[in-house]
């Protein structure tokens, strides 16, 4: 293995447990610097990072806090505007722009993850922003209504202690798929069950289901955690989606 695979597999989220330590702005810059190799579309990365250096202000943003945060948004804005100042009438709007600015953000915040990971930094990926009045974000950070919406935060910092173990992933059927896609017969999904459930791949969020009284940890997944109650964010997430422009067609 080299160093660089090391770094991948040995990846691993800070669930908010960060201690008072704090990330070096020399190591920001190469983070910030590196993240932004990742490819992106047309190469005119359709993103903006927003860096957060205050604590208080991370944790009114995405709900956890850390030493540092960046908040990963797909934006067309510095693009639009450059075009309007060349006097060209470019305009970014539409689902096919979005989720194209969406892979390209999210290409950049992964590199920033693995980049931070190399230098011992610990991090937390979190759609805290977009749980509660998700307006805060855009009034916080005074984002573009139009054109720009807030897509993934990566908190930055030092873990106040190391995890006891790296969480596994399932590689197995229903997820490579060896030429042509194949949906899962009845026995792969019940070796998927049983993957879950086996302690020593410490495949889940959380290891102790049975005490909790389900039989199998998707059981616990589908019932306590995914749960069935409609998250009021959804309905508010599709007007700002509207307001932003990348639901127009
Ligand atoms: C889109 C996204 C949102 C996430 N949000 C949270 C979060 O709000 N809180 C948290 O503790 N972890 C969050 N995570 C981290 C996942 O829980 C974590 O990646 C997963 O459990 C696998 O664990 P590992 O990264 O340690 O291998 C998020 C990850 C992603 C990709």
């Given at each position: 293995m080299n160093e660089t695979i090391n770094t991948i597999n040995s990846l691993y989220t800070t669930h908010g447990n960060f201690s008072t330590q704090d990330v070096k702005e020399e190591d920001m810059q190469t983070i910030l610097k590196t993240c932004v190799r990742a490819a992106n579309a047309s190469a005119r990365q359709s993103y903006s990072i927003v860096v957060i250096r205050d604590r208080e202000r991370i944790r009114q943003l995405c709900g956890y806090t850390g030493s540092k945060a960046?908040?990963?948004?797909?934006?067309?804005?510095?693009?639009?505007?450059?075009?309007?100042?060349?006097?060209?009438?470019?305009?970014?709007?539409?689902?096919?722009?979005?989720?194209?600015?969406?892979?390209?953000?999210i290409l950049a915040a992964q590199t920033a993850a693995i980049c931070a990971r190399s230098l011992g930094i610990d991090s937390l990926f979190t759609?805290?922003?977009?749980?509660?009045?998700?307006?805060?974000?855009?009034?916080?950070?005074?984002?573009?209504?139009?054109?720009?919406?807030?897509?993934?935060?990566?908190?930055?910092?030092?873990?106040?202690?190391?995890?006891?173990?790296?969480?596994?992933?399932?590689?197995g059927k229903g997820l490579i798929h060896d030429e042509q896609y194949q949906r899962c017969t009845e026995r792969d999904l019940q070796n998927l069950i049983a993957e879950y459930d086996d302690p020593s791949k410490k495949m889940g969020m959380i290891q102790d289901w049975e005490k909790h009284g389900f039989?199998?940890?998707?059981?616990?997944?589908?019932?306590?955690?995914?749960?069935?109650?409609?998250?009021?964010?959804k309905s508010q997430m599709l007007s700002l989606l509207e307001r932003s422009g990348f639901l127009d067609w």
């Open positions: 960046l908040l990963f948004c797909v934006d067309y804005n510095r693009i639009m505007d450059v075009s309007n100042h060349l006097g060209h009438d470019y305009k970014a709007s539409g689902i096919a722009d979005f989720i194209t600015g969406s892979t390209d953000t759609n805290g922003i977009q749980r509660g009045d998700i307006n805060r974000i855009y009034d916080l950070v005074q984002l573009p209504e139009k054109g720009c919406f807030p897509l993934i935060m990566l908190v930055l910092g030092y873990a106040d202690k190391e995890p006891t173990y790296l969480k596994g992933r399932y590689r039989t199998h940890y998707l059981d616990w997944f589908f019932e306590k955690w995914i749960g069935k109650g409609e998250r009021p964010e």
